[in-house]
C-alpha cells in the first residue's frame, strides 16, 4: 500500500513553524499498520501545490494532505484540489452553521471571509471540526483520473495541529479502517526509556531478542534528547504473542529505565503515580525557570498532586522563600548540593507534601568556573524519610539543559516512588 503525506504552507518553509505534522502522522499510521512511503513540504503556491497531488495520484493508495483549508487568501488547497479533479465547488449549509455556532459561543463576530470553508468539493465527505473553523475533506479518486486499477483515497486535513490531530484520531482513524481493513494482523508497541544512551540500550537487549528479530519482529529505536525509545513491530497471526515475548525481555534488561509505553511521557508517568500513590509534591526551581511546573501541569489531573511551585533564581528569594540559610549560600554557593538540599527541604516543610524536588545550576553559556563548569546542576528530591541529592554536568545549549534537567529530576521522583512501591 502507498501512502503519501503533503504538508502545505509557505511557513513550513520559511522556517517560521516546525512542522510537527511529520511525526504524528507517521506515528499513528504506523500504530495502525500503515506505513508512509513518501511526504513532502511544499509551499502554498497554485502550481506547486497541483504538481505535488498530480504526482502523489500517480502512485498512491492513499493521499493526506494538511494545511491551505482555512479563509485567508493562501489557503487554496480546497479550490485547487477540486479544479485538478474537476469537481465543482458546492456550498454546505451545515457547514456553515457550524462555523456561526463556533463564533456565537465565543461571543465573537464572524468574519465574511470564514464563509468559503462551507464550500465543498462535489462528492466529498466533511470531517467536522470540533476546534476550528475549517472543516477537514475525504475524497475517492477513480482510476479513471488517477490512471492506476485502484481507488485513492484523499484526505484534506486543516493546519493547526489542535484542530488536525482530534480530527484524524476521532475521523480519519475509522475512515481508514473501512478503506483499508488490514489482511495480515498488526502490532506496534514502543517502551520508552530515560537515562540511557541508545547504544547502552541496544547493548543491553539485543542478544536476547537475537532469535525473536531473526524471524519474527521488527526492532527498532529512536533516541532523542534524555530519552531513548525502543520499538517493536510484529504482523500475523501471531503477531501479539511475539511482541508480548520481547516486550517481557526488554523489560527484564532495562527494568528501571522504562517509564511508559507508546505516547506516554515521563510527566504523565509521574503524575499517575502520584495520583495512584496519592502523594503530592512541590517544586522549587532555579536555574529550570519554572519548566518542570510546566510539564506536570501540562497533564490533566495534575492538579490532584501538585500543590506550588517556587521560582527562586535569587539567592533572596531563596532565603526568604524557601528558608535557605544565609551562611550555606555564603559558604557553597546558590549552585551547591547544601543549596539545593535546603531548598528542597524548605519547599517541602512549608508546602506541607509528602515529596519535593529542587533544582539549582548553572545553564549557560556564561557563569561558569573551573571548579563548577556551565553545565554544573544539583537536582534534590525531599521525602520525610531522607533527601537524596544527585550533581551532574549537561554541557548543553540552555534550553536543552532545562529539559534534561527536568527529565532528570522527574525520573529521581519517579523512581523514588516505584521503589517505595515495592518495598511497601
Excluded at 504524528?24 to 500503515?34: E, H, R, Y
Excluded at 495480515?184 to 514502543?190: G, L, M, S, Y
Excluded at 534488561?253 to 496519592?278: A, H, M, P, W
Excluded at 521560582?311 to 544565609?326: D, F, H, I, P
Aim: contains cysteine.
Amino acid at each position: 500500500m502507498e501512502i503519501e503525506i503533503i504538508n502545505i504552507g509557505s511557513e513550513l518553509m520559511l522556517g517560521r513553524v516546525l512542522n510537527t505534522h511529520q511525526q504524528f502522522l507517521c506515528s499513528q499510521l504506523a500504530n495502525l499498520g500503515f506505513v508512509v512511503n513518501r511526504q513532502l513540504a511544499i509551499s502554498d503556491e497554485g502550481l506547486i501545490i497541483k504538481n505535488a497531488i498530480r504526482e502523489s495520484l500517480g502512485r498512491a493508495d492513499l493521499i493526506i494532505t494538511t494545511g491551505g483549508l482555512g479563509p485567508t487568501s493562501d489557503d487554496i488547497t480546497r479550490d485547487l484540489i477540486a479544479e485538478l479533479l474537476g469537481r465543482k465547488l458546492q456550498f454546505d449549509p451545515e457547514v456553515l452553521a457550524r462555523i456561526e455556532t463556533f463564533f456565537a459561543q465565543r461571543k465573537r463576530r464572524m468574519p465574511d471571509s470564514t464563509k468559503v470553508q462551507a464550500l465543498v468539493p462535489e462528492g466529498a465527505q466533511v470531517l467536522q471540526n470540533a476546534n476550528g473553523t475549517a472543516p477537514g475533506l475525504a475524497m475517492e479518486i477513480n482510476p479513471t483520473v488517477t490512471d492506476r486499477r485502484y481507488k485513492t483515497l484523499l484526505v484534506m486535513l486543516p493546519g493547526p495541529p489542535r484542530e488536525l490531530r482530534p480530527m484524524f484520531l476521532d475521523q480519519v482513524v475509522p475512515l481508514l479502517a473501512n478503506h483499508f481493513p488490514q489482511q495480515a494482523k498488526f502490532v506496534c508497541r514502543t517502551l520508552k526509556t530515560t537515562g540511557l544512551g541508545e547504544s547502552f540500550v541496544e547493548e543491553k537487549i539485543a542478544g536476547r531478542l537475537k532469535e525473536l528479530t531473526a524471524q519474527k519482529i521488527e526492532l527498532g529505536y529512536c533516541a532523542r534528547v534524555g530519552e531513548v525509545d525502543v520499538r517493536l513491530v510484529a504482523r500475523g497471526a501471531e503477531a501479539e504473542i511475539h511482541v508480548a515475548q520481547a516486550e517481557q525481555i526488554i523489560c527484564e534488561c532495562l527494568d528501571q529505565y522504562i517509564f511508559g509505553n507508546n505516547d506516554d511521557s515521563l510527566e504523565e508517568t509521574v503524575v499517575r503515580l502520584l495520583v495512584k500513590q496519592k502523594q503530592t509534591l512541590a517544586l522549587a526551581e532555579s536555574c529550570t525557570g519554572g519548566f518542570i511546573a510546566n510539564r506536570i501541569t501540562n497533564v490533566p489531573g495534575a492538579s490532584e498532586i501538585f500543590i506550588n511551585g517556587i521560582v527562586t533564581y535569587s539567592n533572596e528569594s531563596k532565603q526568604r522563600l524557601l528558608g535557605v540559610r544565609e551562611e550555606t549560600l555564603a559558604q557553597h554557593g546558590a549552585v551547591s548540593e547544601a543549596t539545593v538540599r535546603e531548598m528542597a527541604e524548605g519547599a517541602r516543610q512549608k508546602s506541607k507534601t509528602d515529596f519535593a524536588l529542587a533544582v539549582t545550576g548553572i545553564a549557560g553559556p556564561g557563569g561558569g568556573t573551573e571548579e563548577k563548569p556551565v553545565g554544573t546542576v544539583f537536582i534534590a528530591l525531599a521525602t520525610s524519610e531522607k533527601t537524596t541529592v544527585q550533581h551532574h554536568v549537561f554541557q548543553y545549549d540552555r534550553e536543552t539543559f532545562k529539559f534534561v534537567t527536568s527529565q532528570t529530576a522527574l525520573d529521581l521522583l519517579r523512581r523514588e516512588m516505584v521503589d517505595s512501591s515495592k518495598r511497601q
